[in-house]
């Protein structure tokens, strides 16, 4: 069984701040983990994912994530928010099943 | 060139009708989905087809056909179109694996009225 909970449906920061996405999963085998990005009336598209060696991934547009198996965590992080990362980003993991579980989404929103 | 098309991008029309939205992928992937997105955004896997063959069919109404001609298509048929079937639907493609990216399409906006 693979689950996904994000925590907080909305995040709000200012431009120039920290970006923190929470992700916990569940999985019963070593699972792959995922984040992409859905902009305003557009499809989902790939930010990271980690499979397996290094347990800090980065991604496109200075996002990245650390894999922390002792919290089954996969955080999405951004040193600083740009008008132009308010999104809907989604967690996914892939354990048992090829097809991943998404999880609800977090809206984030960029203030300036 | 884009990777995973589908038409039409929106769909307005009355209650009872029969619709179709098609998919077609440029990727030479062998995995095909459909999702379907609500209003607060919650993604939930409708079908997925494997070289032609379908192998998810999760709970979904049977007044939902999926088809998958070929590999690079995958098209979706709703006949008697319910209010509650408002909603986006994607469709994705991905080789098969647990560590390969899905690629999404732009989504069909499907306004039942």
């Known amino acids: 069984a693979q689950s996904v909970t994000q925590l907080g449906s909305h995040v709000s920061v200012s431009e120039g701040a920290l970006v923190l996405l929470r992700c916990n999963y569940s999985?019963?085998?070593?699972?792959?983990l995922f984040w992409y990005v859905q902009y305003p009336n557009q499809g989902l598209q790939l930010l990271l994912k980690?499979?397996?060696?290094?347990?800090l991934v980065k991604g496109i547009n200075g996002f990245e994530a650390e894999f922390k198996k002792s919290e089954t965590s996969f955080h999405l992080t951004k040193p600083s928010a740009h008008m132009s990362d308010a999104a809907e980003y989604f967690c996914?993991?892939?354990?048992?099943?090829?097809?991943?579980?998404f999880g609800r989404g977090t809206s984030l929103i960029v203030h300036p | 060139d884009t990777a995973v098309s589908q038409t039409p991008k929106y769909l307005v029309t009355q209650m009872g009708n029969d619709k179709s939205i098609k998919c077609e992928q440029n990727?030479?992937?062998?995995?095909m989905y459909w999702y379907k997105q609500d209003s607060k955004k919650f993604l939930k896997i409708m079908f997925s087809?494997?070289?032609?063959?379908?192998?998810i069919n999760e709970t979904v109404p049977n007044r939902f056909s999926p088809k998958s001609p070929d590999k690079a298509h995958l098209n979706l048929h709703i006949n008697s179109l319910e209010l509650g079937d408002s909603a986006v639907y994607f469709c994705?493609?991905?080789?098969?694996?647990?560590?390969?990216?899905?690629?999404f399409g732009p989504g069909t906006r499907l306004l039942v009225l």
């Open positions: 999985s019963s085998v070593p699972p792959y």
């Open positions: 990727l030479g992937h062998d995995t």
């Open positions: 980690y499979t397996t060696g290094a347990t």
């Open positions: 087809y494997n070289n032609k063959e379908l192998i």
């Open positions: 996914a993991v892939s354990g048992g099943s090829y097809i991943p579980t």
């Open positions: 994705a493609s991905s080789q098969m694996g647990r560590e390969e990216t899905q690629y």
